[in-house]
């Protein structure tokens, strides 16, 4: 079973504007990570947080983790049409395992 | 290499074809992952090898789909009888196990396709 869901399922934003994913997750973790993937190739990862962390920045990325609610975000700022991707959020020690992903269009 | 390889790249098949699928991981990584990811889907776990062995299979869909890995390196995914529900991206990944912090790194994936 699905471990990560993302939603919304699809998001459209106008250039400049920030765009925020939502992740969900089950069972506890050890950490939560985000990847991005460019037209259903390889995925590339983005960014680690681990479970006693409750936020974390990487450039114009910036990923908020609630234990509690065993959800996460992962806020773009200033967003760009190069942004434009799928973002899946993934949970697991050894095995990772992907939610269905966001798809985010950032329109020039 | 630099990243994780993925052979063929493209693979169209006719029904009822077997098709071998390869993953070259980045050296030195043990553990290496199988996805499976149909068109406009999320990813669908399918095995996960440490070294050679593989403690996780359950993702396999059916006894049609084997993999194997060898010298903790090469991976090959065989899909036999191929039917055209199995036309997806097989996406290969490996990483190191340094616990709590592990980034995997995916290949580009083969596209597969059963006619």
């Known amino acids: 079973s699905q471990q990560g869901e993302e939603d919304p399922q699809a998001l459209s934003i106008q250039e400049g504007e920030n765009a925020t994913m939502n992740c969900s997750y089950k069972t506890s973790i050890n950490n939560l990570q985000w990847y991005r993937q460019n037209s259903g190739r390889g995925l590339v990862h983005l960014i680690l947080?681990?479970?006693?962390?409750r936020e974390k920045h990487s450039g114009r990325l910036r990923v908020t983790l609630d234990t509690s609610k065993k959800s996460s975000s992962l806020l773009i700022t200033a967003s760009r049409a190069a942004d434009t991707a799928s973002y899946f959020c993934?949970?697991?020690?050894?095995?990772?395992?992907f939610g269905k992903g966001t798809k985010l269009t950032v329109n020039p | 290499g630099a990243g994780v390889s993925q052979s063929p790249s493209n693979k169209v098949t006719e029904k009822g074809k077997d098709v071998e699928l390869r993953c070259d991981p980045i050296s030195g990584h043990t553990a290496l992952y199988w996805y499976r990811q149909s068109l406009g889907q999320g990813l669908e776990f399918l095995i996960y090898f440490q070294g050679n062995s593989a403690p996780d299979k359950s993702g396999l869909p059916s006894d049609r789909f084997s993999a194997e890995r060898t010298g903790e390196s090469v991976s090959t995914l065989t899909i036999q009888r191929t039917q055209q529900e199995d036309s997806a991206v097989y996406l290969c990944?490996?990483?190191?196990?340094?616990?709590?912090?592990?980034?995997?790194?995916f290949g580009e994936g083969s596209w597969l396709t059963v006619v």
């Open positions: 947080i681990r479970s006693n962390e």
């Open positions: 993934a949970t697991g020690s050894e095995k990772l395992v």
């Open positions: 990944a490996s990483s190191s196990t340094d616990r709590g912090r592990n980034t995997i790194y």
